[in-house]
């Protein structure tokens, strides 16, 4: 059985800053590429930012220059720490593994965390 499990979320005034973390655990060899998703009220979920097994980023426009994502390999965790946060940055960030080889030879597909809600106070 595989989990996503994500902390870090919370409220802090505009200009602020937190860290989100999302562990995966289970049996798992290998994760392909890790991200992080987030959904407003009344809008859809969009992408935030992604990181392959490489080290590769891509970051949504809005967040270029105050988001960073990175992640541990050797825990299977991804990070985001999100600098000169603003109003509109509220959303309920979503942790995703896009693919993962498991330690019983298979494939696993788009694994979601439960989310964690970012508050931003103008």
């Known amino acids: 059985q595989v989990q996503l499990v994500e902390s870090g979320g919370g409220l802090v005034q505009a200009g602020g800053s937190l860290r989100l973390s999302c562990a995966a655990s289970?049996?798992?060899?290998?994760?392909?590429?890790m991200g992080w998703y987030r959904q407003a009220p009344g809008k859809q979920r969009e992408l935030v930012a992604v990181?392959?097994?490489?080290?590769?980023?891509t970051y949504a426009d809005s967040v270029k220059g105050r988001f960073t994502i990175s992640r541990d390999n050797a825990k299977n965790t991804v990070y985001l720490q999100m600098n000169s946060l603003k109003p509109e940055d509220t959303a309920v960030y979503y942790c995703?593994?896009?693919?993962?080889?498991?330690?019983?030879?298979?494939?696993?597909?788009?694994?979601w965390g439960q989310g964690t809600q970012v508050t931003v106070s103008s």
């Open positions: 995703n593994v896009d693919r993962m080889y498991l330690q019983n030879k298979r494939w696993a597909s788009d694994y």
């Open positions: 289970g049996r798992i060899f290998s994760i392909n590429t």
């Open positions: 990181i392959d097994s490489g080290g590769s980023t």
